[in-house]
């Protein structure tokens, strides 16, 4: 199944960047003012969530013109517009998702963004905040990373201490270690070569994963 793209309405340090996350079947969800985003990539979003308080006039009349779905929710609502679109992409069956410009901005919501990706009822999915420069997820388990050699890997224990760490492919490698969330072991690894593998036994671990990015392609 295709890939469903949610985009917020947070910073997108490179526009370029993010076209080469793209997929030709990725389906667009426009989490309210994340609908710039999209126009400015030159797409149209096949449906937008939120109680849009950020959506410009001018925004609406195109995605009318688009026939873009909308899905109006009160401005009084307990959920932020990125919830909404999270339940909708998972209600309509994807289970690989990425959430674009959900990282930088106003901490609070950045914080927010990353705290909503450790919802239980998430952990079976491939869901990561990306921007094209830089990636964030979550794993209960283990995972494999890609990139390039050179790219920074950070570990990140979630909430309490993470058991048995066990990396593969990164320049410092971890065999059986605890990480723990009060204490910065896990900051700023490298990946030796395109691939490596990161396994623990417990807990839960936020990987960062920073791309470099050739300043000539920086706008």
């Known amino acids: 199944m295709a890939r469903a793209l949610i985009f917020v309405n947070g910073d997108l340090p490179d526009l370029a960047a993010v076209r080469r996350l793209l997929l030709a079947d990725d389906f667009l969800i426009a989490a309210d003012g994340g ?21 410009s006039d001018e925004n609406r009349r195109l995605l009318d013109q688009a026939g873009t779905k909308i899905h109006q929710s009160p401005r009084n609502k307990n959920e932020t517009d990125l919830e909404l679109a999270l339940h909708f992409a998972v209600e ?47 794993t ?31 320049r410092w ?3 059986g270690e605890v990480l723990w969330p009060y204490r910065t072991r896990g900051i700023s690894n490298e990946l030796l070569d395109e691939t490596a593998s990161v396994r623990i036994d417990a807990g839960l671990l936020l990987l960062v994963h920073r791309r470099q990015i050739n300043e000539k392609e920086m706008p």
């Open 35 to 55: 609908t710039r985003h999209i126009l400015a990539l030159g797409l149209r979003p096949a449906v937008l969530i939120g109680d849009l308080d950020s959506l």
């Open 140 to 170: 209960r388990d283990g995972c494999r990373l890609q990139g390039d050699p050179g790219d920074l890997i950070s570990l990140v224990p979630w909430g309490g201490e993470v058991t048995g760490v066990t990396t593969t492919g990164l």
């Open 92 to 138: 309509a069956g994807y289970r690989q998702l990425r959430v674009v410009a959900a990282l930088g901005g106003r901490l609070d919501q950045t914080l927010g963004n990353l705290a909503l990706l450790t919802d239980p009822s998430l952990a079976g999915l491939d869901i990561r905040a990306d921007d094209g420069i830089q990636e964030a997820f979550f």
């Open 173 to 175: 490698p971890l065999s």
